[in-house]
């Protein structure tokens, strides 16, 4: 394939993801707005920005590492087994933090956007972030091989398989929190067969300790303040 016909092709995956998005978010709204009422999506939003906002910073622009340390990386896959074990962890810390705030709203139990057991809804959340951190290191891994249409491929089958997820709960009678946890069972399905597509097919090595402080080096300045 010559330059010009890789450059239009990966170009077309990109502009074909970007209409996806758009629909996406006219499908979501209209099935929350029809289906749980015009507030309802005001929370879902708010809900959504807060999950993009704190896994952004947690997880320290770690696909960026992974991106920036895979071509020169002499062994194979051992950047992508560092960063996405750390990234597992700083998922996994986070989730103790919304855990410890979830049993802090379980004692007061105030009332939240309308959750008259909101430790239900921070506890969900904080799963969400949980999942999403590693699964920023996982769909960026073919865009680190230079695999640009199986990384666009991806994040499309990612938004196709959410929506489903979505509109079949909504459609069933499941509200707001339903519709989080079906977004973490989205996430954790995309997380465990991408991870098992590549250590089927590659292997992965350990991940190796020392590595870890140039990938927070590289990504801590990336984090947008």
């Known amino acids: 394939m010559s330059v010009l016909r890789k450059i239009l092709s990966d170009s077309a995956f990109t502009a074909l993801l970007s209409i996806i998005n758009i629909l996406r978010g006219f499908v979501v709204l209209f099935l929350i707005v029809n289906l749980l009422g015009p507030d309802s999506y005001g929370i879902w939003v708010t809900i959504i920005a807060a999950v993009s906002m704190v896994s952004m910073t947690a997880s320290v622009h770690l696909h960026g590492a992974l991106i920036r340390y895979t071509s020169s990386d002499p062994s194979n896959n051992q950047t992508y087994s560092d960063v996405l074990s750390l990234a597992t962890l700083i998922g996994l810390v986070t989730f103790g933090f919304g855990a410890i705030g979830s049993v802090i709203f379980s004692l007061y139990s105030p009332t939240v956007f309308g959750f008259d057991t909101p430790h239900d809804l921070v506890f969900a959340t904080s799963?969400?972030?949980?999942?999403?951190?590693?699964?920023?290191?996982?769909?960026?891994?073919?865009?680190?091989?230079?695999?640009?249409?199986?990384?666009?491929?991806?994040?499309?089958?990612?938004?196709?398989?959410?929506?489903?997820?979505?509109?079949?709960?909504?459609?069933?009678?499941?509200?707001?929190?339903?519709?989080?946890?079906?977004?973490?069972?989205?996430?954790?399905?995309?997380?465990?067969?991408?991870?098992?597509?590549?250590?089927?097919?590659?292997?992965?090595?350990?991940?190796?300790?020392?590595?870890?402080g140039k990938y927070i080096r590289y990504g801590v300045p990336m984090v947008p303040a």
Do not use: D
């Open 127 to 212: 799963t969400l972030i949980a999942v999403r951190i590693p699964l920023k290191v996982n769909l960026n891994h073919p865009r680190a091989k230079g695999f640009v249409k199986q990384y666009e491929g991806v994040r499309i089958l990612r938004n196709v398989m959410e929506v489903t997820a979505l509109a079949i709960i909504f459609l069933l009678g499941g509200n707001i929190l339903a519709g989080i946890w079906g977004i973490v069972g989205v996430s954790v399905f995309l997380n465990a067969g991408i991870f098992s597509y590549v250590y089927i097919h590659s292997g992965l090595p350990r991940p190796e300790v020392h590595n870890v």
